[in-house]
């Protein structure tokens, strides 16, 4: 039980963070709950849907369908959070005005909360379809229906837990700098998932390496530790990166920076045309 | 307000990250590695490949059951469906010692790539 309760642990604590984040930075916006709630769902039906077909996808692309599935759903997350942010960027300090003042829940108008809809259910999607395969080993394999669904519950509660405490954390900013920090937080998150992409782009030989390990910091910070897999999940932590995966992380993290300040000035409304 | 910039700007990162993924080189002839997934074992479970060279390492997994092939080491991820085959590359690597476990039976599906 141990052991499929450490596996569930790993891939559920990915997703829980990246929905903690998602769930802090729609603070204060109705419906939210809804939205994300959706996304879960989506995310776990995608999940169960990608595991069944995991044949079909593993031959498609000349048997790089993997990573082209993967390298897509990522890609698109990254587009989905930098939209938000820029988004936010414009809309954050007004939102945290209204909180103070208000102190409840207020709404400024249309979100993008179907894009943060996908990057959950994107998030759900990859750890879970993982989730689901390993379990469909587990009791092929002969584990008792008992250890299955033990380590599963074990596991599912850990991540949750270990997201709710991120996000409880995260509610202590105060609310004056509470919109930037998650706004630089999405920043990270969809830096991190480009880098990701690119290591499955360099992995099906589609992308070059520039560097197949442009270091290795696994001995001050090892990607297996549990510490290492938060910052993994959150800012792309990666112990031994490729060339690519850095320069994709700098240049997501660029393109938003000046999407934000370009969009975000204060007393600057959004420019009329692109 | 006004829904535009955000559809353009939205549109615009689509584009940037597009271009940056098709921009990849053509896969050239590699080393190549075919490792056997049989009863939750690597075979062979000990593999040594040229270090300095791109490997083209084939996983074939012979069991009724799902693997995910993964290395900390290697850097690299990938599920091995039931009855199915995967191709991954990995390096070129430094020489040393690589381990990879099947992670979905890591008591006995271990390995280890041996760069020279």
Redesign the interface.
């Known amino acids: 039980m141990a ?1 499929i309760a450490v ?1 569930v642990f790993r891939e559920v604590l990915e997703a829980a963070l990246i929905i903690s984040v998602v769930f802090a930075a729609t603070r204060g916006v109705p419906g939210r709950s809804r939205w994300i709630g959706a996304g879960i769902l989506t995310g776990v039906l995608g999940a169960v849907a990608v595991a069944l077909s ?2 079909v996808i ?2 498609a692309a000349a ?2 369908g ?2 082209l599935f993967n ?1 897509t759903v990522l ?1 698109a997350a ?2 989905m959070i ?2 938000h942010a ?2 936010m960027a414009t809309h954050g300090r007004q939102l945290a005005m209204q909180m103070q003042t208000i102190g409840s829940e207020v709404s400024v ?2 979100r ?1 909360l179907a894009a943060l809809l996908i990057v959950v259910a994107i998030a759900v999607l990859r750890e879970g379809s ?1 989730v689901v ?2 379990l ?3 009791s ?2 002969g584990s008792g229906w008992v250890d299955v669904a033990g380590g599963m519950a074990l596991g599912i509660a850990g991540g949750c837990a270990t997201g709710l405490a991120l996000y409880f954390g995260l509610l202590r900013i105060p609310i004056r700098h509470f919109f930037t920090a998650t706004n630089w937080l999405l920043l990270l998150l969809a830096a991190g998932m ?1 880098s990701q ?1 690119a ?1 499955f ?8 390496s520039l560097g ?2 442009l270091w290795d910091s ?1 001995s001050v910070l ?3 530790s549990i510490l290492g897999q938060t910052l993994h999940a959150l800012i792309g932590y ?5 060339g690519i995966q850095i320069l ?1 992380y700098i ?1 997501t993290g660029a ?1 938003i920076a000046i ?1 934000m300040r370009l ?1 975000g000035k204060p007393g600057k409304g ?5 | 307000m006004n829904a535009k910039p955000s559809y353009s700007l939205f549109l615009g990162l689509l584009l940037a990250f597009g271009l940056l993924a098709g921009a990849g080189p053509a896969a050239a002839e590699d080393p190549e590695v075919r490792l056997v997934i049989r009863e939750h074992k690597f075979e062979p479970a000990e593999v040594t490949v040229p270090a300095g060279k791109k490997i083209k390492l084939v996983i074939e997994n012979q069991d009724a059951t799902a693997e995910e092939f993964e290395s900390y080491e290697l850097n690299r991820e990938k599920v091995v469906p039931p009855k199915g085959q995967i191709t991954i590359f990995v390096g070129p690597l430094k020489p040393g010692r690589y381990p990879f476990v099947g992670d979905f039976h890591k008591d006995s599906a271990k390995g280890v790539l041996i760069a020279k």
């Open positions: 052991g596996l995991a044949g593993a031959e048997g790089m993997q990573e390298a890609f990254v587009v930098g939209w820029i988004w108008g249309q993008p993982e395969l390993f469909f080993a587990q092929a394999g480009a992409a290591r782009l360099v992995q099906a030989d589609f992308l070059p197949p390990q696994s090892s990607d297996r990666d112990a031994r990166p490729a994709f240049v393109l999407g969009w959004a420019p009329r045309t692109a």
